[in-house]
Each structure stands twice: as structure tokens, then as C-alpha cells.
């Protein structure tokens, strides 16, 4: 499994560390995904199972962020929901708003 995750040209490491400080991330070249409460883990989880998220990334990429993700909820016994469970939520969310 691949550990290296490519500077995406979309994001700014800045902001990540502006936002978040300086944490632990899932992605910690492009500073996204912060894994350091049970709240943002689970954020994480949620913010990589979107398709538009999902999509910045190579498989592997994906694989190594999910993994640091699943690492750090175990740490923190932190239970992560079924992806495709939020999925179906945030894009029932998305038509509610529109």
C-alpha cells in the first residue's frame, strides 16, 4: 500500500493548518482530513466517501487516507458509519436544500 499522497493542485496545505492547526491529517501533504477528535474522524470518513472527494485522489491515495482514518477511530473508539448509508443521507440533504 502506497503511503505517498501527491500535492493536489486544488488545495492549499495552508488553509488546512490555518483551519485546523497543527494536527494529525488523514492527508497530511495537502493538510485535509484532520483526525485528532472523534468528531473531525468521523467528518474525515464522511468527507472522503463523497464522490466529488473521492475523485481528487488515486485509488491507492484513497486507500492510505481510509486506512489513517480507520486508525485513528480505533485509537479513539470511534464508530464509523456505513459509507454508503451517508452517502444516500448527504444526497438527500443536497435535493432538500435546492
Given amino acids: 500500500m502506497s503511503k505517498r499522497i501527491r500535492r493536489r493542485p486544488d488545495a492549499d496545505p495552508s488553509e488546512g493548518l490555518e483551519k485546523?492547526?497543527?494536527t494529525v491529517f488523514a492527508?497530511?501533504?495537502n493538510?485535509?482530513?484532520?483526525v485528532d477528535t472523534p468528531g473531525r474522524i468521523k467528518a474525515a470518513w464522511a468527507?472522503?466517501?463523497q464522490?466529488?472527494?473521492r475523485a481528487k485522489y488515486t485509488?491507492?491515495?484513497r486507500r492510505t487516507?481510509?486506512?489513517r482514518i480507520r486508525k485513528a477511530a480505533r485509537a479513539r473508539n470511534v464508530v464509523l458509519p456505513d459509507p454508503d448509508e451517508f452517502v444516500e443521507l448527504m444526497s438527500r440533504v443536497r435535493r432538500q436544500k435546492r
Wanted: hydrophobic share 20%.
Fill in 20 to 22: 485546523y492547526g497543527p
Fill in 47 to 49: 468527507y472522503i466517501h
Fill in 65 to 67: 487516507i481510509l486506512s
Fill in 31 to 34: 493538510k485535509k482530513y484532520p
Fill in 59 to 61: 485509488s491507492a491515495e
Fill in 27 to 29: 492527508d497530511p501533504t
Fill in 51 to 53: 464522490p466529488s472527494n
